[in-house]
């Protein structure tokens, strides 16, 4: 990628024109002459001999030149003896000439009809997997058009066969943008050489495929299903329709020559064109990236034809680039619309999933760019919720830098085209502020090969590039934590993070529930780190969407890190509208400062629709010298009483699951068919193996174990025994999510160990209670992990081996009064850790947390904290509250000061012997106890 310009590579007049907006902005402007010179495909100062000057000046650019000319050298030769060798190759209906396509839902079905001249040929299937190679043009048969399908090569045995259309798979949109792609190729170089060899090349490709379609139709859906409102003149999706770039971009590079020697074919072109614009516009989805795909295509079109004046039928430039920009249509949204359905303007986060999300807002960005370059308007002034968008994206970030995968997503790094556009805009509009703040995540975030000066095109619409963006080299890299928080919750795609450190000893839990689109059928799911790893991950989309792993496993509840209830949760995936609700959290989302080290937590609850079952999931951070470890308390159960049985789902990376009773004798675990469609459970269970189950009451402890070159990366888990509870090992189907990186490409083929704890009634008073441990070399800060409490309570005691200890207490009712030994709660979560004479007290939700003679109390639920380290206090409220210390000498003067110089006098209660401290909202502080006579 050219490194001056990673914001402009879309292709400039791409998503370009495609304008955007908020509630009530006036519509954008859209020229009102578009010009009569070609090309313009790659922006407004599209000049040959600048062109030709940067060749001269510049060695990537000369590359690009040679490596063109290299390739387009063997189709000269062929096409010197045979004009038509490379046309001939083309997709078409050559002999049956066909004008009418008919599909049956997702596959080919038929044509029929007869045109004048060959028409382009349609695909096999929606779907792109198939047995066979994409052949190479040399083995492409001339004028292909049999009944019997394509002649192509088989994967399996390598043998020439015949293969019907819908075994084809998407072999013809593949070969056809081949031949599309050399097309464009040769139509730049007649335009940079003026050599008629290429013009002829070109020219030859182009009028095939754009008279073929012009007398191409609508396909039509025999089963009259959703297909029919997603299909594309040459592609089963209009978002597919990807060469429209080739062929746009040929057919502009080529005007001259077209008007010279053809002229009466423009009005043929510019028909065909429009009717691939209408028909992108009339179809497809409008409420995700669909719609900026969709805009792509038609900007691409709009920016090859003419003024509207210049057709009958008033269908120019103006008219598709005012149909994108300001206009509305059931399947094609003006983009003012989709930025104001899209993103939550307070979050910055769009409503799909990672992945998704992130690519929106690339293309959002670089249509920002291309405004500004091509108008000098400032989107980012008139539209913050992009500037807003590019804050907030390393909130998807692992420690490791990549990003998080849930719904139909994959593991990745971010891109840092947004970023550099921030500050192109930044310099540009004199905001000193910005420039500095995302010149700083630029070098925090990203390698410098991403920014560095410099030229390093290697196609040709790098050629037409803006000139490259100077990074200041006075503005020095921050750290990772100042662009990310402790605590981030996006409510429109039910997503919440808790982090605490950084690196490969950082901690990281990413919770998903269903909300809007590319998500999966999961519950209330998760994703834990540690140890540079997404340990506990996402399994990502399956082969594809629309392959039967997608719908029945890779999608659906089994494999997440959730709880099915009797076998049966499921919802609608992709478009889903099944979000968690965020009972209470800690500390508040996106505050980076003030808050308390080493705790975060969060309790969230869900109405599971399949069995009308409540589930609630109380999760937590708890580190400090230590490694650290994760909690988690899940609370299940059937509204009607009808609790079969409920399933703890639980992945981890490894090649074993090593699991323990809690005197570390292996738990006899045989070989089981339990887990099966057989018994009436989903389908999915069906794709697990090697299952193993035992009975159990007993806690159990166990070690996932991922064996790499140089170390072993262990997880390593705690859960609490339960009556009436079968535990199950298995083996799941690999994670499609790791397709690039973090993990060495030679582990991505594996096979996923699971944990399934089977409970047979209801989990809401026996809740599975666990604690994971992200740990190296099977090693381990924690000696013991014990349990207490019962029914609406449930607690962990944690010993670590510096001696220190936890406790954690978590209740599902927060009115109760909850007591264990010298700690009393009155709250959601709690935890107390006691060290020496070191004492730290977080309540995470709730009115009371007391520990010996310290208690903490607000009138209110709130988060709270009180700590003793070295002698040093600390305090934390959210909310006004109270610090109780009970006393002996009641009738000394008692006051707290903190580093601001504020002064919290004590009130002594001499009957109850305790002084109490009435304390603001305060951010985590340091406070000294001042005590006088």
Partial sequence: MCKRTVIMKFVLAVILCMGTGVTGMAQLPVPSDIGDVHPRCFGKRMSGEAVRQLVAQEEWAQQVIYKTEERLSPYLDHCEEDPEWLLSRLQMYWKTRSTQVYIDGGKYDHAEGEAPVPTVRFPGTRDHRTDYFTPRLEDVKPYMDDERGLYLQRRDNKQWEWADMVSSARIVESVNRNILEIARDAAFMYWYTSKEAYARLAFGVLDTYLSGLYYRAEPTDLSHGHHQTLVGLTSFEVIQEHYIAEVTQAYDFLHGYISANYPGKIALYSASLQKWADQVIKNGVSFNNWNLFQAGHVCRIALVLENDSAYKNGKGAQYYLDRITNQNS???????KLIDYGYDPDTGIWNESPGYALGVLRDFIRFAAFYDHTFDIDLIAKLPVLRQAVIAAPQYLYPNGYRVAFGDGHYGKLEAGPVLYMIENAKKYGKETDEVF?????KTLFDENSYADGLNGGHIEDLFAEAPLKVRKDIRPGNPEDFTSPLFYAPNTSWLVQRQGTGESGLMISQIGSKGNHMHSNGIAMELYGQGLPLAPELGNGPSYFSAAYAEYYSQFP???????NGKSRYPEMKSNHAFTLNAAYPESGKREGNLPGFTFSDVNFLEPETYSDQRRVMGIVSGEENGYYIDIFRSGQREGKDVKHEYFYHNLGQSLDLKDKQGNPLDLEPSSKMAFGDGDLMAYDYMWDKKSVESEEDLTGQFNLETADKT?????????ERDREIFSAMSPKSMAFRHGPLPE?????????????????????????????????????RSVDYFGENEQ??????????REDFILSSASGDLDWKYKNITLIGTYGVVSVQDNNLKMFLGHGRSLGCGKYTLRAEQPASLAFEIDKGQWYVMTTAPACLNISVNDVKADYQLEDTAGNSYRGIVDKKAKQVRFNLPVLDYTPVKLKISD
């Fill in 746 to 782: 030679a582990f991505n083929d594996l096979p996923v160990p699971t944990l399934v704890i089977r409970q047979n009634g209801e989990a809401w008073n026996r809740p599975f209670v666990a604690v994971y441990e992200p740990a190296l070399n099977g090693e381990s800060d924690i």
């Fill in 713 to 721: 990366v262990t997880m390593n888990l705690w859960v609490k025994g």
């Fill in 559 to 565: 494999a997440h890190n959730t709880v099915i209830v």
């Fill in 330 to 336: 059931t399947r094609q949204w003006s983009l003012t």
């Fill in 794 to 803: 449930a607690g962990i005691h944690v010993t670590g081996r510096s001696g």
């Fill in 438 to 442: 995302f010149t700083r995540m630029l």
